[in-house]
C-alpha cells in the first residue's frame, strides 16, 4: 500500500513572512516620503538653525594719581580660572565639568554652604529624593517638588561626603554662578605657577574652562586717601541688588565688579572702561560654532587727583600726633575724644589738597587709630566761633551793623538767662570782636536782626521776629554753612539745622552754638571768605586722562574746572573788614590763635572757635564736652592754601589748644614742602644748565 506524503506548509508561511515585511517596509517608505515631501524644509531648517549671542568682557579699571602724577592706584595683574559655559547648560553639565577640573584645581571648601551639599546629593541621589515625596507633594510644581526634597533630606544622608566631593562641590558652586556665554573667574587667589600650567595643558578635557589673568586694585601708598578713594564689590557679590536696574540698563553683567564707595563709585561710568564685545555663533544644540570679535576692549580712563599724596601723609600723621598728645597729657578730661577732622584746599580753585579724618578706638588697653577721611564729609558738628567772620557779613550787609561800630561786651540776661563771652572784654569794634572772639558782639547782631534794637543787657522780654533766625541763616547758606558743598563724592551731610524758636536759638547761631556743620563745609566756608566772596565747588579729581600702556597719564579726556556757585552779595569793602579781622586773630597781640601763629611767615589768617556740647555715656549722665575748631588761610593778602580744623568732645577748651596745634603744624607742612620743591627746582634746572655747558665745552 502506497502512502501519501503530507504536504509541507512552510512555504505558505514564508509567503505571508514576505508579505507582512513587504507591507511594513512600505509604510516606511511612504512615511519617509511623507516627512521628506511636506516636513522635510522645516526639519533641514532646524538642523541648519543657528543664534547669534553677544557676550562682554570686562576690562582692567581706571589708574588713580594725586595732583603731581604720582601713581596711587594700579591694577595688579593676577592668574585666573574661568569658566564660560554654554547655552541652556543643566546642573548636571557642571557637576560633570566639576569632577573633571577637581583634579587639577584646588579650592578651599570653608565657604561651602549647606544648601550646596544638599544640591549635590540630590543630583547624585534624585530617584531616592523623588521616592520620598508623598504622593501629594508629587502633583506640585517642579520647583515645589525641590523644595520638598531638599525638606526631607536627613542628616545620615550627608555624612559619607567625602573631601574630594567636597571640592567638587565648590567648585560646582562657582560654575552655576555663571551666566551663558559670559566668562566667569571661579578662582584667582593662591593660584600657582603649576596649578595654572597644568590646566592649561589639559583645557580640551574641560569644556569652558580657560586660563587668562584677572586683576585687583593694588594701593601704592596706606593712609586716609583710602578712604575717600573708595571700593569695590567683589566678582562674588557683583552689582547691588538696589542699583540692579541702573548698571543693568548701561550694559552691565550680573558679575560685573562696580564701585561701591567713594571716587570708586563716583566715577564708575568712567573708570570701568569699555568691555570687549564679541559675536558667539550657536548651533541647534547651543554649541558656539565661531566667535568674532565685534570691539576690542579699552582699559578705563584715568583720574588725576587734586590730592597732594606727601601733604596727604603728613596731615594724617600730624593729625593722629595731636590726638595722642591730647589724650596722654589729659587721659581722663579727653577721655571722649575720639574723632579729628581736617580739610585743606585751594581757595581759589576749589581742589581738595588733603583730606583727613582720624578715628580712635582702644583695643587690648592700647589706642588704635583707623583712617576715616569720611567723616570730614559726613560728620556735622557745632563749630563755635569760626562762623563769626559770617556773623559780622550778615550784620553789614542786612544794614543792622556799621563798620567799626563799637559795642560793650559784658554778659546779657535775659529773664533768668544769662549769656556772655569766655570773659568781659569791654568796649570793643567790629575788628575786636573778631580778634577777641567776642560773644556779646554776635549776639547783638543776632538780637537786631530779630527785631531788638536797644542795647540793653538786662531784658524782660525780647521783641522776636522769627524771620531773623531764618535771614541769618540764609547768609550763611551763602558761604556754604548748612547747605550741600557739592563736593565729587557719592555722599555728603550738608549738617544739622536749626528751628530759630526762641532768640536763645538765633543767638547761639550767631556765635556758632545752635548749627551743626561738616569739616568741608567750613573750608569751603573760609575759602569763601579768603578769595574775596567767591564759593567755589570743592572737588577731588581735577582731571580725566585717556588710558595708555605705561605707567604715565595719558591726553586728557576731561577737565574739572573751577566751579563759582554763588557770589556773596556784598561790598568788597566789607569782605576785606572781615579778612583783617581774620588776619588779627593770628598776627596781633592778643588774638585768640597770636599765640601759635604770630611767627608764621608765610602770615595767615583765620578764626577759632570752641563750642560746648553734651555726652550721654548712660545712666541719666550728661557730661559736658567741647568742640575745638580751626578755620584759616595763607598768606593772608594772596591765598594759596585755605583750612579747616574740627575735633570734637575734647574734655578741656584751653589746657591743650590740638585745634591750633593741628592747624600750625598742617600749614607748616603745606609750606615747607612748596619750598623743598621749589629748591629742588632750582637745582634741578641748574644741574641741567652745567651739563648743557659741559657739553657745548666737550664739543668745542
Partial sequence: MTRKKSKSHLPLRLNILFFAIFLLFSMLILQLGVVQILYGQDAQEELDRTERVVSETPVPRGKLYDRNGNLLVDNEAKFAITYTPQRNVQPEDNLEVARKLEPYIEMDTSSVNQRSIEDYWILLNREEAYSRLSDEEKEQSDRDQYYSMLDKIEEEDLEGISEKEMEIIAIKHELDQAYELTPRIIKKDNISKEEYAVIAENLGKLPGINVTTDWEREYLYDGTFRNYIGSLTTAKQGLPRTELDYYMSRNY??????????????????????????????????????????????????????????????????????????????????????????????????????????????????????????????????????????????????????????????????????????????????????????????????????????????????????????????????????????????????????????????????????????????????????????????????????????????????????????????????????????????????????????????????????????????????????????????????????????????????????????????LDAYFDLKEKRQTGAIEEAEEEQEEEETETDTTE
Avoid: C, W
Fill in 253 to 666: 553683567s550680573r558679575n560685573d565688579r562696580v564701585g561701591r564707595s567713594g571716587l570708586e563709585e563716583q566715577y564708575e561710568l568712567l573708570l570701568s572702561g569699555k568691555k570687549e564685545i564679541r559675536e558667539h555663533i550657536t548651533n541647534a544644540n547651543g554649541q558656539v560654532i565661531n566667535s568674532n570679535l565685534i570691539r576690542e576692549g579699552e582699559r578705563g580712563k584715568d583720574l588725576r587727583l587734586s590730592v597732594d599724596i606727601e601733604l596727604q601723609e603728613q596731615v594724617d600723621e600730624i593729625v593722629r600726633d595731636e590726638l595722642q598728645n591730647a589724650i596722654n597729657q589729659h587721659p581722663y578730661e579727653n577721655r571722649y575724644l575720639k574723632d579729628a577732622m581736617v580739610v585743606m584746599m585751594d581757595p581759589n580753585t576749589g581742589e581738595l589738597l588733603a583730606v583727613s579724618g582720624q578715628s580712635r578706638s582702644e583695643e587690648d588697653g592700647e589706642d588704635v587709630y583707623r583712617d576715616e577721611s569720611f567723616r570730614a564729609f559726613y560728620d556735622s558738628h557745632l563749630p563755635g566761633s569760626t562762623v563769626k567772620g559770617a556773623t559780622v557779613l550778615a550784620g553789614y550787609e542786612s544794614g543792622v551793623l556799621s563798620v567799626g561800630e563799637t559795642m560793650r561786651d559784658r554778659p546779657i540776661t535775659i529773664s533768668t538767662d544769662t549769656k556772655g563771652s569766655y570773659r568781659p572784654i569791654g568796649t570793643i569794634n567790629d575788628l575786636g570782636a573778631i580778634k577777641q572772639s567776642s560773644n556779646v558782639y554776635m549776639f547783638f547782631v543776632g538780637l537786631r536782626l530779630g527785631g531788638e534794637f536797644r542795647e540793653k543787657y538786662n531784658f524782660d522780654t525780647v521783641t522776636y521776629n522769627r524771620e531773623g533766625f531764618y535771614e541769618l541763616q540764609s547768609y550763611f547758606a551763602q558761604f556754604g554753612l548748612g547747605v550741600e558743598t557739592r563736593v565729587d563724592f557719592p555722599f555728603e551731610e550738608d549738617g544739622v539745622e536749626g528751628n530759630g524758636a526762641r532768640p536763645g536759638d538765633l543767638m547761639d547761631l550767631a556765635i556758632g552754638q545752635n548749627e551743626a556743620y561738616t569739616a568741608l563745609q567750613m573750608a569751603q566756608y573760609v575759602s569763601t571768605i579768603a578769595n574775596g566772596g567767591y564759593r567755589m565747588q570743592p572737588h577731588l579729581v581735577s582731571q580725566i586722562h585717556q588710558p595708555t600702556k605705561e605707567d604715565s597719564l595719558g591726553p586728557i579726556y576731561e577737565k574739572n574746572e573751577p566751579t563759582v556757585l554763588n557770589r556773596i552779595d556784598m561790598e568788597d569793602r566789607l569782605i576785606e573788614r572781615v579778612q583783617e579781622g581774620f588776619r588779627q586773630v593770628m598776627q596781633e597781640s592778643g588774638g585768640t590763635a597770636y599765640r601759635h601763629f604770630n611767627d608764621a611767615e608765610y602770615e595767615p589768617a583765620g578764626k577759632t572757635g570752641t563750642a560746648q556740647e553734651y555726652v550721654y555715656p548712660g545712666d541719666n549722665q550728661r557730661i559736658m564736652v567741647y568742640n575745638l575748631s580751626l578755620v584759616g588761610y595763607a598768606p593772608h593778602d594772596e591765598p594759596e592754601v585755605a583750612f579747616s580744623v574740627l575735633v570734637p568732645y575734647t574734655g578741656t577748651d584751653s589746657e591743650y589748644q590740638i585745634n591750633k596745634n593741628i592747624g600750625r603744624r598742617i
